[in-house]
């Protein structure tokens, strides 16, 4: 008898940033920091011969946590990778239906038939993660070892292992971050799946699901998801609502919006877009009404490798509905896109709910200057994957 542990990364920026990360590769968020050691403490007394995970960092991250008290290293199998997305990959989830309606409805009516254009489909994921898994059962024969692999791959893998039809793939629901499904192997490749899903090791604060309002196993947060669209500084209407946005912004920060020049800041706008056309953009619902803006000093190269945040603003009636992220993981889109490293805000030393929406993003103060408008906290986040 082999043992196998299939277990499902740790929260990464496209779980919080509600975009679809396939084979992208993405970082993890600072909860993922926290569900970590939960992990290693659940497999710390649990007989392991090897540690495997997909090349993706998310993956392996995960894994050195489980693997660490065994005192083994990580073996990377790129064949344990998350689905291919194709098109798709790092797009917003609520921006998909509007490019690809039709492809989009196959996803929610009949996952198990969508394959994104020029990627894979979840079942064919599963096989291909299920048929790497098999031949590490192979070199591992009569062992114990823990894979470390994807939400979808895995889902997946799972109704490949019960013998369900793929029309059935929605009886076996997500699993949340770090979960883990227990697999036997027999001498002849069958599977007895022990158990699956199981996330009983995080606490209820820790869990991704809870955070996001899943009401369902299909994947469907009940808080908003918003897509972008480019802010166009040359339309009246865009640019007065680029002004407003910006004009909130300063007022908060500083009480007044006296230092605002709304020519000044549409014709850096302007300059901005030239270098990428996501620069500034509006976060939209989904009848298009715009709801935050996100606005990026793309043209500011005094740093080669920091990405320069312009201003992000929500507004009133969705603030506190779990839009920051969405709108962070736009801007570290853009800039990722440009090659840079880090990205950075300058934040007023006295706008504690700008400092608090950074510090809970994990960026980190590294610097500060004064201006006319006082003093500012020069805060940063690596955005870049090692």
Partial sequence: MTTVY?????????NVYRRCHGQYDSLLTPRAYQQLPYLAKRFEKVPLDAVYASDLFRARTTAKAVAAPHHLNVEIRPVLREIDMGDWEDIPWAELPRIWPEEYAVWRARPWDAVPPHGESVMQAGRRMLDGVRRLVAENDGKSFAVVTHGSAIRGALTIAHGFAPEQMGEIGWGDNTCVAKFEFDGEGNIDVVYENDASHLPQELSTFAS??????????????????RADPMDEGDAAKIVAFMRELHQNAYGTDAGLDPAVLLADVTRAQRVSPRSCCFGCLEDGTPVSLVYLKTWYDDEPDVGLVGGFCIDKAYRGCGLSGQILGQAISVYRALGKDYLCAHVASENARAQGFYHKFAFEQRGEYRDENGLHYCMFKRICID
Wanted: aromatic share 12%; charged share 20%.
């Fill in 6 to 14: 299939l277990i499902r990364h740790a929260e990464a920026e496209g």
């Fill in 212 to 229: 996001i309002g899943w009401t369902d196993n299909k994947g469907v947060p009940s808080t908003p998801q918003i897509w972008f669209r």
